[in-house]
Structure formats: C-alpha cells, structure tokens
Nanobody, 115 residues
Framework: QVQLVESGGGSVQTGGSLRLSCAVS????????MDWYRQAPGKQRELVAT???????NYGNFVMGRFTISRDNAKNTHSLQMNRLRPEDTAVYYC?????????WGQGTQVTVSS
C-alpha cells in the first residue's frame, strides 16, 4: 500500500518560515519524482515545486527563491523549506510522488500565513 504522510504545517506570521516533510512508503522511492502542490480556497491546485529522481528541482513562478525542495533517498522522505512566507501562501499543501502513468498523493497539511 502506497502512503504519503505530510507533516510540518501550521500557522505563521508574514515573513516566517515553515518546513513541510513527506514520508513515503510502499513504492521504490528512488524511481519517482516528488512534488509539492497547494490549493487555496476557491482556487485550483497548483504546482509549488518538483524534484526529479536525479535531484533536479523546479519551482512555480510565484516561489521566487523563497522555497527549497529536497529529497532524502535513504529515508524515503522529501521536504519543502518555505521562507519569507506571505498571506497568499495560505493553502493546503499536498505532497505527491509520480512517474509515467502513476501519481500518489498525501492527505494535505494546512499552512496559514497571517499578516
């Protein structure tokens, strides 16, 4: 059974930081790309960051150098370090694992940034 479990969400003030983590089990972690998405109320889910199986990272345009995605192949985890958070970053953040024809999702973790 594939499981992705997020942790690290919470509430911070503008300019603060949070680190989200995703523990993955049930798949061969090293063969999957890992992603973070987010969904704010009334908006579509959008890609925040992605890291390939080879460690290549890409980010949504809105990130602008504030977030860093990483993966630990030894621990089957990946993380999203978020700095200089803004109220518009408020959303439910979802981790995912994917490769051609497959996509698995975590349950989501709430991030709230207050002004």
């Amino acid at each position: 059974q594939v499981q992705l479990v997020e942790s690290g969400g919470g509430s911070v003030q503008t300019g603060g930081s949070l680190r989200l983590s995703c523990a993955v089990s049930g798949i061969d972690f090293t063969n999957y790309g890992m992603d973070w998405y987010r969904q704010a109320p009334g908006k579509q889910r959008e890609l925040v960051a992605t890291i390939s199986r080879f460690g290549t990272a890409n980010y949504g345009n809105f990130v602008m150098g504030r977030f860093t995605i990483s993966r630990d192949n030894a621990k089957n985890t990946h993380s999203l370090q978020m700095n200089r958070l803004r109220p518009e970053d408020t959303a439910v953040y979802y981790c995912s694992a994917g490769r051609r024809g497959e996509k698995y999702w975590g349950q989501g973790t709430q991030v709230t940034v207050s002004s």
